[in-house]
């Protein structure tokens, strides 16, 4: 962020009172061409690799345009596959062809972060009627319009809920969304689940598991050569002719192919070294400015990644932090701070109580303890000598102040 504003300041200095201040603005990037092309928002018309993901999808939902039911798609696979991108792709190409050719089909993208079965719900219903206002009404009421409206139009819905392990109540969601298919006369439901997460399906009920997981799809990471391929393309829309050296995009690719083949990270170390080259004024974005973005990306994943975490695993978190700073007793042995998982716990279930969450049973803390780690933002190892039976030391792997500001923020 500092960039900016070391960036902001320095046109401001530069540009004096004369002439238009956009014009020094537009100057100021040397490198770039448009560096939007490189944020994560970015929809790219072509995704180089992923053309079978792309066939699968768009074959298993096809049966909307024929008036029949697709089966329920779950999409799983690491960060920066390209399971959004994908999806989003394809249901925008669904749209087009539908309306093109008078369909009642239609797919609807709903990214699940901050979302809850009833939230759900109310956004679909309004994507399909906007004026409607259903503010204050209960999730069942605003089913039965979602129902209505389908049923109006004899709707073929698709709904792709994204980072569906955000949603509150996914449960019943699943349930409420699937019955409806029973209820209907005309239309129907079908859903498109996609997750993050591995072994997010294992985590499901029997039932939400069956009818979400009827037809799996899974995105495997990118190597560094379509990695290198990917950056390269992106690349050429970004900056400006020559303002990138090829090295520069090889040791991107190969850091991210390393960081389990996330095209975000790619993206991202490419973005940032931009940032740093242009900063200093450099004439090309160079392997070195790679090097030193490293640092900068994997801090904000982190923070991003922590702010996008269900409340609870913030709380822990939260917990683990304060600990770390030594705000409460934390046993000291052999002259190092540690943070026994007992002691984690019962001070975690203070902070869910001061910020009014239910503390949840020691079981299911260690689970969040597991996903946390899976997520590499902890380190939970055997105490081993000194220490009673299978005590288990916890360890943070980011800094705690800097963790505790990004969790305080969201909590
Ligand atoms: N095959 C690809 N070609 C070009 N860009 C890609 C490709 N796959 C992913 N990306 C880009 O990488 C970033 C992460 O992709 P995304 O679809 O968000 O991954 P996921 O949803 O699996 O975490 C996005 O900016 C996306 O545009
Ligand atoms: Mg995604």
């Known amino acids: 962020m500092h960039l900016y504003k070391l960036l902001s300041r320095r046109i401001l200095i530069g540009v004096g009172i004369m002439g238009n201040v956009f014009e020094e603005v537009v100057k100021e990037y040397r490198l770039f061409k448009n560096r939007d092309v490189l944020s994560p928002h970015y929809l790219p018309s072509e995704l180089p690799f992923r053309e079978e993901e792309i066939r699968e999808l768009s074959q298993k939902i096809a049966p909307v345009l024929s008036g029949r039911k697709p089966e329920n798609v779950f999409i799983y696979g690491k960060t920066g596959t390209g399971k959004t991108a994908v999806t989003k792709k394809v249901l925008s190409d669904l749209n087009d062809y539908a309306r093109s050719h008078n369909i009642p089909a239609m797919g609807i993208y709903v990214n699940g972060m901050r979302e809850s079965e009833h939230s759900v719900l109310l956004k679909l219903v309004r994507h399909l ?3 409607r206002d259903l503010i204050g009404y209960s999730t069942s009421a605003v089913y039965d319009k979602l129902l209505e409206l389908i049923d109006g139009r004899g709707l073929r819905l698709v709904v792709a809920l994204d980072e569906i392990d955000m949603i509150k109540r996914l449960r019943d969601l699943i349930y409420r969304l699937n019955r409806a298919n029973d209820e209907l006369e005309r239309g129907s439901i ?37 990695l290198r391929i990917i950056l390269e393309q992106r690349a050429q829309e970004a900056f400006k002719e020559g303002a990138v050296a090829p090295e520069a995009i090889s040791l991107a690719a190969a850091l991210a192919a390393k960081h389990s083949g996330d095209a975000r990270y790619a993206l991202q170390l490419l973005l940032r070294a931009g940032d740093i080259a242009e900063e200093e004024g450099a004439p090309r974005v160079e392997r070195e400015h790679v090097e030193r973005a490293r640092q900068l990306v994997e801090e904000e994943i982190v923070y991003e990644m922590v702010a996008s975490l269900p409340e609870q695993h913030r709380a822990v978190l939260m917990a683990l932090a304060s600990l770390k700073l030594g705000k409460k007793g934390v046993s000291s042995f052999g002259g190092e701070k540690v943070v026994t998982s007992g002691l984690l716990y019962s001070y975690y279930r203070k902070v869910a109580e001061d910020h009014v969450l239910t503390p949840v049973s020691d079981r299911q803390f260690r689970e969040y303890l597991n996903e ?20 288990r030391i916890v360890d943070l792997n980011v800094d705690p102040a800097k963790l505790l500001a990004v969790v305080r923020r969201s909590l």
Not at 199 to 211: G, H, I, M, V, W
């Open 129 to 131: 009627d906007p004026s």
């Open 372 to 391: 946390l780690e899976t997520y590499g933002i902890i380190s939970v190892k055997t105490a081993g000598k000194g220490f009673r039976g299978n005590t």
């Open 190 to 226: 079908s859903i498109i689940g996609i997750s993050n997460n591995p072994t997010f399906k294992e985590q499901l009920d029997a039932r939400t598991r069956s009818t979400l997981c009827e037809v799996e799809l899974v995105f495997p990471p990118y190597n560094a050569e379509q």
